[in-house]
């Protein structure tokens, strides 16, 4: 079945630090990819997305690329902040509806 | 509200008894979601309703749990005979039509004792 493999944390960096937090897939077709964001006591937001090989999403300095031949949606970020500090979670959807999530990763980012 | 509303925002039960869950999606999102999230685990799927129609329930760990939207707006998951692996974040999302982006409510951490 779909699966999603994120790095394990906590990643622990210093403001003004680059990001990069590995996202690797196994679909049987090719599904839409996705990154959330869970900042403390909130809820998930959606933080960007692609639909299909080769699409960049990009939001708030974050950016991931869909590659088909890695099967991989790293996503990434030259300068964090502190208020980057949350869980990340990397997920894909098949079928066009349910969400299949990786573990998460929790960042936190000292000033 | 502007988001999807969920409530209680916690629940404390003891093992055995039955709890039920309710989730306001944002008005006029046709599609709702159910996840359920252990402690340190990503969200996990439970269900799916188009409108009034849950179309999908095959992530629904036991007959135990229920889900319900009668009137295609609020839906209710129910949970009978709860059992302590029971324990966790119950998530409800909804999105416009089927498609993402789901947008997520805050969840009910549910305790059973």
């Known amino acids: 079945g779909d699966s999603v493999t994120q790095m394990e944390g906590p990643v622990t960096l210093s403001e003004e630090a680059f990001l990069t937090i590995n996202c690797t897939y196994t679909?049987?077709?090719?599904?839409?990819l996705f990154w959330y964001v869970q900042y403390p006591g909130e809820g998930l937001q959606l933080l960007l997305k692609a639909t299909k090989a080769d699409d960049k999403g990009s939001n708030k300095g974050f950016e991931a690329t869909y590659r088909k031949e890695t099967t991989s949606f790293h996503l990434e970020k030259g300068s964090v902040q502190v208020s980057d500090s949350a869980v990340y979670f990397c997920?894909?959807?098949?079928?066009?509806?349910?969400?299949?999530f990786g573990k998460g990763t929790s960042l936190l980012v000292t000033p | 509200g502007a988001g999807v509303s969920q409530s209680p925002r916690y629940k404390v039960a003891k093992r055995g008894q039955d709890v039920a869950l309710r989730c306001d999606p944002i008005?006029?999102?046709?599609?709702l979601f159910w996840y359920q999230q252990a402690l340190g685990q990503g969200p996990e799927f439970l269900t799916y309703f188009q409108n009034e129609a849950q179309l999908d329930k095959s992530g629904l760990p036991s007959d135990r749990f229920f889900a319900e939207r009668p009137e295609g707006s609020v839906s209710t998951l129910k949970i009978q005979r709860t059992q302590q692996e029971d324990s966790a974040v119950y998530l409800c999302a909804s999105s416009f039509q089927g498609a993402q982006p789901q947008h997520f409510g805050d969840g009910t951490r549910l305790s059973i004792l």
């Open positions: 679909a049987t077709g090719y599904p839409s």
């Open positions: 008005s006029g999102h046709v599609s």
């Open positions: 997920a894909l959807s098949e079928d066009g509806y349910a969400l299949n």
